[in-house]
Structures are given as C-alpha cells and as structure tokens.
C-alpha cells in the first residue's frame, strides 16, 4: 500500500508539471523577443520613460512580534520574533518566507518565545554568492539562536526548512529538544530521494545557473504557477500572503540566489550520508500532506532519527499551513508542547 502511495505521490507531480513548463517556455520566448527587439535598430527615435518604482513594504506579523535583523556569519539574516517561553525557532522553504507562518504565530506565541527567519538569499536576508548548502544555511540560524542568548531550542521547517532544520539538529543535537520536519525530503537519503528527483523535475530548473535569469521581472507570474504544482487545495493563499511571498522573492536578487538553494543539492546529499551515520535521538515530528509528503515521510524520517512520530495533514498538499492550519497548529502545539 505505502508503495502505491509513493507512486501515486510521483505520479501526481508529473502530471501538474505541464502547468510550470508551459510558464517557463513562455518566459524564455519573452527573453528571446526582447533579445531580437535589442538586435532590430529602431526606425524612430523615441524619447526614454523615467519611472520611479517603490518596493513594497515587508508584511507585518502580529502585534506582539517585532522585525530584526541579525549578523551571522558575515551576512545579515531578518527575522520575526515575540511571544514568550522557550524558543521555538520556524524554518520556512522554497515559494514562501517567514509570513508563511503569520496564520500560527498568535496561538504559537501564547506557548513559546517564537523566531521566524528569513534563509539567506531570500526577503530581508542577505543573498550572498555562496553558503546556500543547508549545513552552512543551518549555522546561520544557530548562529542567530546564539546571539539572541538560547542554549536549546525546539526547531520546525518546512521544505527547503526541513532540510536546514535536520543540519541544525544533525550538528547541534544537543541543543535541539525536538524538531518537526514538515513536507519535503532529506537529498541524498535513498530510496525517495532519486525517486522524488527524478519526478520533480523543477529541481533541475531550479538548480540551473541561467533560471534567474529568467524568472527575473516575472517573480508572480512564476510563482502563481508554481505554488498549485505541488498544492492540493485550490487557491489557499491569501490575496496578503501571496503579495508578501511575491514582494520577498522580487527583492534584488531574491530569485536568483533562492534557486541556489536547489543548486546546493548535491553537496546537501554528501553531508547527509555523514550526518545519517549518527541518528538523531530527539523526538522527531515527520508532518506531511496527505497529497504529498505523507507517502514517504516518516519511513523516510526513520532512516535519520532513532524516536519518529507522524502527523497526516488531511486534504493537503505540500503547503500545509495554508491547506489545513487548524490541524497544523493543532498537532505541532501537541507534539511540541507534550511530555
């Protein structure tokens, strides 16, 4: 049955990914006719158009949060925090940014003293040349938990999230009490992991040098595309929540360095064949959609960590805090908050 899973679950991708080619041959033609306009001289002079544009301001989180900013190693990471109790430290993925979480923090922050960063290369985050493999990505963030004065943490992530959350929790287990990893996989753990990369095909164009490039200019035509690839229940962003999510990737260079994240994939898999030598010993949460991830999820978890439980996210695919929040925040206030 779990293998039927599986293969419904690779099925699936396939057969939403017509909708992103078709985005990504459109932005290629767009490319190549402004190459062709540049190369065609102009038969009539036409004064230049000076436009000011203004960048839209970042999203606000609840009241009792706060924006902030952070030097980590040598690069400056944003960040939300507020609440109160022991630090429970967010990780968004790919298509998102720290408002990913904005549904959660309310009830979240009644429990825990709650941190939400942005990854580097993304929003408010610097977007350095390098450092985009999850075991430096995770040291930002660790790097961050110690300037704010934690000496253990409860950790969550969320796609590229989950990666950076399993380096956190592989090199610094000791101060990790418990970690949720939310929808994705671990590159380099088999079988999924080529199972999965050889269905996902946007790993190849994520991970391609010329995809910024490309996606440039066209952040919400290319990311209203690519969300319901891999979402099961339609339209489950808010008009804000996509706005927010667009704005972060349109910052200058976002898309770009984002799509290193998948370009880092490589090294990721070499890293985690040595991490998963030592399994993790904390309770490990392995929280996937019911449409996604939870095919695979926790048999996947078991191969890194010694103490796994599930959570299926009913009707829900890969964005699970917007496809289903009240059983999101149910279950993660369950696994976190319990003894």
């Known amino acids: 049955m779990k293998t039927n899973l599986l293969n419904n679950v690779f099925s699936n991708l396939k057969n939403k990914t017509a909708q992103l080619f078709a985005v990504v041959i459109l932005l290629l033609t767009f490319i190549s006719c402004n190459k062709k306009a540049e190369e065609t001289p102009a038969t009539e002079a036409k004064p230049a158009k000076t436009t ?85 990505m995770a040291s930002d963030i660790h790097e961050l938990v110690n300037q704010l004065g934690y000496k253990s943490i409860n950790l969550a992530g969320h796609d590229i999230g989950l990666m ?15 970690v949720a990893l939310m929808d994705a996989l671990l590159p380099g753990i088999e079988p999924v992991w080529s199972n999965v990369k050889g269905s996902a095909w946007w790993f190849g164009f994520f991970a391609w040098p010329a995809s ?75 929280m996937g959609g019911e449409y996604f991830a939870a095919a695979f999820l926790k048999d996947h978890s078991k191969l890194v960590a010694e103490n796994v439980t ?10 699970l805090v917007q496809e289903n929040t009240a059983q999101v925040q149910k279950d993660l206030l369950a696994f976190f908050l319990g003894k």
């Open 52 to 136: 000011e544009t203004t960048q839209p301001a970042p999203a606000n989180p609840p009241a009792n949060f706060k924006h902030a900013t952070a030097t980590v190693n040598g690069i400056k990471i944003h960040y939300v925090i507020g609440g109160q109790g022991d630090p429970l430290v967010l990780v968004h993925g790919f298509g998102q940014n720290w408002y990913m979480w904005n549904r959660l923090l309310p009830e979240l922050s009644k429990h825990f003293t709650v941190i939400a960063p942005d990854l580097r290369g993304v929003g408010e985050s610097d977007k350095p040349e390098s450092g985009y493999d999850k075991k430096t």
């Open 212 to 286: 910024g490039d490309i996606v440039k200019g066209k952040e919400k035509e290319f990311l209203t595309n690519f969300w319901p690839v891999v979402g099961h229940v339609k339209d489950p962003f808010t008009a804000e929540e996509s706005a927010e999510f667009i704005r972060a990737y349109a910052t200058e260079g976002g898309t770009t360095a984002a799509f290193k994240w998948f370009g880092a994939f490589d090294q990721d898999g070499k890293d985690n064949l040595v991490f998963a030598k030592k399994k993790l010993k904390m309770p490990l949460l392995a």
């Open 164 to 178: 950076v959350a399993y380096a956190y929790a592989a090199q610094y287990g000791d101060s990790v009490k418990k």
């Open 310 to 319: 599930e959570s299926k996210i009913a009707g829900a695919g890969h964005w």
